[in-house]
C-alpha cells in the first residue's frame, strides 16, 4: 500500500511539472481488476473473483464524447468453504465490446472517463461435477453491459495512469445446478433470475498516440 501511495504522489508532481494539458484523440487502454461478486445471493457466496482485465483502443471527439472497441476477459472461481456440497470449478467469460463515453482532461495532470462497455459475452462454467454430469461446460452466450468510471493521472503527455470502477451486469441467472449440484441448496429458487452481476475495481494505463492539436 505504501508503494502504491508513493507511486500515485509521484505521479501527480510529474504531471504537474510537466505542465502539457493532454488532448488525446487515439490511445490505447489496458485495465486490470478484482471482480466482487453482488446482487444474486448463491452468485455472492459460492463464486469469488481472481481478476478482469479488458484491452481497447479509444477514439475521442473534440466536443469530450469518445468511442472504443476491445476484448474483455474475467475469471471467477468457487469458494469451496461457502458451497454445502464439494465442488471445484471456475467461471470463465470472453467478450468483445464497444464502448461509448465521456472523457476530459480538467488540468494538466487529472482526467475523469465515463462510459459504458456494451457487448457480447460467452461465459463458460467448467466444474469437476459438470464433467461427471457429462454436460462440462456449462455456457452462456448473452449480452453484457458494464458502466465504468476512471479517475485517470498523467506521467507525461502521452501517458497516463488510472483507478478504474466497472459494475458488470451479465445477462443470464445463475443457480448452484449451473455448477452442477443437484439441488438449490437452500436457496431461493424465485430469486434465480435475477442477473449476475460483480463490481470490478482496479487499476489502467492509457497511451495516447496523438493529441488533437497535432
Partial sequence: MKVLFTIIISLFFVGYSSGQKIDPRFSFNVELGLPATIANEPFDDIMQGLVCTSIYGQYSFPF????????????????????PSPVRGQMHSGS???KIGWDKFHNDRFATDIGVKVGYAQTYFNTDLNKENGVNPVQFDRVLIEPTLGLILSADE?????????????GFGFQPQTLGLPSSEGYDESKFGKLTQYLVVGFGYTHYFRSKQE
Fill in 64 to 83: 469530450h464524447m469518445h468511442l472504443g472497441v476491445g476484448i474483455r476477459y474475467s475469471l471467477l472461481t468457487i469458494n469451496e468453504f461457502s458451497v
Fill in 96 to 98: 468483445t465490446f464497444l
Fill in 158 to 170: 502521452k501517458n497516463s495512469y488510472r483507478w478504474s470502477l466497472g459494475y458488470c451486469i451479465n
